[in-house]
C-alpha cells in the first residue's frame, strides 16, 4: 500500500482489488498477493521520471477512466471502478483507484462519475497551486475516453442515461462552464488512467508503464559510470529528475 501510494501507480488496481479481500483471507488470495511482491521484486528499480524540456507542458493536466461494472467477486458486485491521474513534466504525480459508491447503469455514467471524481480533484490541484503562488493561468485539461460522458459534461445535447444521475455529480458541468477544467476526448490506448480500471494484457500493460512515466531507475544511475564528470555535474545536465520509494528491503 505505501509503494502504490507514494511512487507505483502501476499496482493500484491489485492492491485495491485485493485490499477487498483483507476481511476474508485465503490461501489462493494469498498466493496471488505473492505474485504482486514478485512484480515489486522484480521491478524494485522502478521510478517516476520527470523530464526537464521546452517542449514539456509543465502545467498539471489530468485523465479519468471507468471499468463499468467490473467487480464480479465482492460484497460489491456490478460496481464500477473509476479512476484519474494528474501528470506534471509527463510523469504521474497524483493518482486514485477506487470503486464507484453507486451502481452505474451505463457505461457513460460510469464514465462521468469517474469524470465528476477527477474534476473535484482537479479544483483541489489549482488550489494548491494558487496557495504556493503559482495560480494556474489556464483551465486544467481533464482527459476522457467516452463522447457521451464528455457530451454531458459539456451539456451538448441530451442523454437518455443522465436523467436519474444524482445532482451533486453534474458539478462537472459547473466547472467546465466556469472554465476551471476544460474536458476532452483522448482514445483509450494513449489513456493513462486505463491501467488503474482493470487488469491488461502483458503488451498494453508495457505501454501502460510509459504512459505513467515509469522508468528504470537503473539505467539512470548506470550513466553515471559512463562519463567522466562528477556525479552531481551530471545530475545538474540531466533533463529528468527521478522519484521513487525504496523497495529493496
Known amino acids: ?13 491489485a492492491v485495491g482489488r485485493f485490499a477487498c479481500f483483507a476481511h476474508d483471507p485465503s490461501k489462493d488470495r494469498f498466493k496471488a498477493v505473492g505474485c504482486i511482491f514478485a ?15 521546452v517542449d514539456t507542458d509543465i502545467d498539471p493536466y489530468g485523465t479519468s477512466d471507468a471499468d463499468y461494472g467490473g467487480e464480479l467477486a465482492t460484497a460489491h458486485r456490478r460496481k464500477s471502478t473509476s479512476d484519474y491521474a494528474f501528470s506534471l513534466a509527463s510523469g504521474l504525480f497524483s493518482w486514485s483507484s477506487k470503486l464507484q459508491e453507486n451502481i452505474a447503469t451505463s457505461t457513460m455514467e460510469a464514465e462521468y462519475l469517474a469524470l465528476y471524481k477527477a474534476g473535484k480533484h482537479a479544483v ?5 497551486y ?14 476522457c475516453n467516452n463522447q457521451a460522458a464528455i457530451a454531458v459534461a459539456k451539456k451538448e445535447g441530451t442523454h437518455e442515461a443522465q436523467k436519474h444521475i444524482d445532482i451533486k455529480f453534474h458539478y462537472t458541468q459547473e466547472l467546465v462552464e466556469t472554465q476551471k477544467i476544460k474536458v476532452n476526448y483522448i482514445a483509450s490506448k494513449h489513456n493513462e488512467s486505463d491501467i488503474l480500471t482493470k ?8 505501454s501502460a508503464l510509459d504512459l505513467l512515466g515509469l522508468v528504470n531507475s537503473r539505467d539512470f544511475i548506470d550513466s553515471f559510470s559512463s562519463t567522466d564528470s562528477s556525479p552531481l555535474d551530471t545530475l545538474q545536465e540531466s ?11
Open 39 to 53: 512484480y515489486i521484486n522484480t521491478t524494485k528499480d522502478f521510478a517516476i521520471e520527470y523530464i526537464k524540456s
Open 124 to 128: 483541489w490541484i489549482q488550489n494548491i
Open 239 to 249: 533533463s529528468s529528475v527521478l522519484v521513487y520509494v525504496d523497495a529493496h528491503e
Open 1 to 13: 500500500m505505501y509503494l502504490m501510494l507514494g511512487t507505483r501507480p502501476d499496482i493500484a488496481y
Open 130 to 143: 494558487e496557495g504556493i503562488g503559482f495560480p494556474l493561468q489556464n483551465p486544467l485539461y481533464v482527459w
Open 199 to 206: 487488469a491488461l494484457t502483458g503488451k498494453k500493460f508495457a
